[in-house]
C-alpha cells in the first residue's frame, strides 16, 4: 500500500511555543491531505482538509489561526500548532488521498504531542 | 446524536470464538462505509470496506443494512492478534473523501 510518514513522531514542548508536524506521501501524490486529531480513549476527529496550492477547509470548531495548515506540494502538507496549550496535547495523524475514492486514504503514523 | 456509534466494549472474547459488533450511522446520504482497526497509539488501518451484499475476508465478515442504517462486523475463529479497536467509518459523496470515524469497539482476544 501507499506509504505515508509523519515527523516528529512525539514532541514536547513548552506551553506557548510553536510546533510543526509534517506529513509526506512518500511513493505517490496526494493532491488531498486530512489532519485528524485524536484525544486518548476517543475517536480520530476531522480537523481540516488540506488541498495542494489552496487554503485548507477547516472543520467547526477549528480555529484556522491557532492550527496552520500548509499544503505547498503534492507530497508535503505541515500542521503548525501556534502558540500551544497543555489542553493542545493529542495524538495528530495525517491522512492522504491516493486516488479518488474515500478508501484509498492512507495515515500517517501520527505525532504525540505533549504541550506542558 | 453522534453521527457514527459505537459499543466501546471492550468485548472479551476467548480465543477461537466469535465475536461480532454493530455500529450505527444517522446520515442517510452515506454512501461508503469501512472498517479500521487501530491498535493502541498507533495509526488506524483499513481493515475491509463494507459493500451492499457484504462481504468477507477471510474470517472477517462485514454487513450493511441500509434501511436500519447500520453495518456489522464479525470476526471467526478470534486470534490474539485480533485485540485492537475496531472503528466504523463513514464517508458521504457529497462531502467529497472525508471520513467520519465512530468512537471503536474494543476487542480483547484472551488464551
Known amino acids: 500500500g501507499a506509504v505515508v510518514s509523519q515527523h516528529p513522531s512525539w514532541v514536547i514542548c513548552k506551553s506557548g511555543t510553536s510546533v510543526k508536524i509534517e506529513c509526506r506521501s512518500l511513493d505517490f501524490q496526494a493532491t488531498t491531505m486530512f489532519w485528524y486529531r485524536q484525544f486518548p480513549k476517543q475517536s480520530l476527529m476531522l480537523m481540516a482538509t488540506s488541498n495542494e496550492g489552496s487554503k485548507a477547509t477547516y472543520e467547526q470548531g477549528v480555529e484556522k489561526d491557532k492550527f496552520l495548515i500548509n499544503h505547498a506540494s503534492l507530497t508535503l502538507s505541515t500542521l503548525t500548532v501556534t502558540s500551544a496549550h497543555p489542553e493542545d496535547s493529542s495524538f495528530y495523524i495525517c491522512?492522504?488521498?491516493?486516488?479518488?475514492?474515500?478508501?484509498?486514504?492512507?495515515f500517517g503514523p501520527g505525532t504525540r504531542l505533549t504541550v506542558l | 446524536r453522534k453521527e457514527v456509534e459505537q459499543d466501546p466494549g471492550p468485548f472479551n472474547v476467548p480465543e477461537g470464538a466469535t465475536v461480532a459488533f454493530n455500529c450505527t450511522y444517522s446520515?442517510?446520504?452515506?454512501?461508503?462505509f469501512f472498517w479500521y482497526r487501530q491498535d493502541c497509539r498507533k495509526e488506524p488501518k483499513l481493515l475491509m470496506s463494507v459493500y451492499s451484499s457484504g462481504n468477507e475476508d477471510g474470517r472477517f465478515t462485514a454487513q450493511l443494512n441500509r434501511a436500519s442504517q447500520y453495518i456489522s462486523l464479525l470476526i471467526r475463529d478470534s486470534k490474539l492478534s485480533d485485540s485492537a479497536t475496531y472503528l466504523c467509518?463513514?464517508?458521504?459523496?457529497?462531502?467529497?473523501?472525508?471520513?467520519?470515524f465512530g468512537g471503536g469497539t474494543r476487542v480483547l482476544v484472551k488464551p
Open positions: 491522512s492522504a488521498n491516493q486516488g479518488i475514492r474515500a478508501n484509498e486514504q492512507f
Open positions: 467509518v463513514v464517508n458521504i459523496k457529497a462531502a467529497g473523501n472525508k471520513l467520519t
Open positions: 446520515n442517510s446520504a452515506s454512501q461508503s
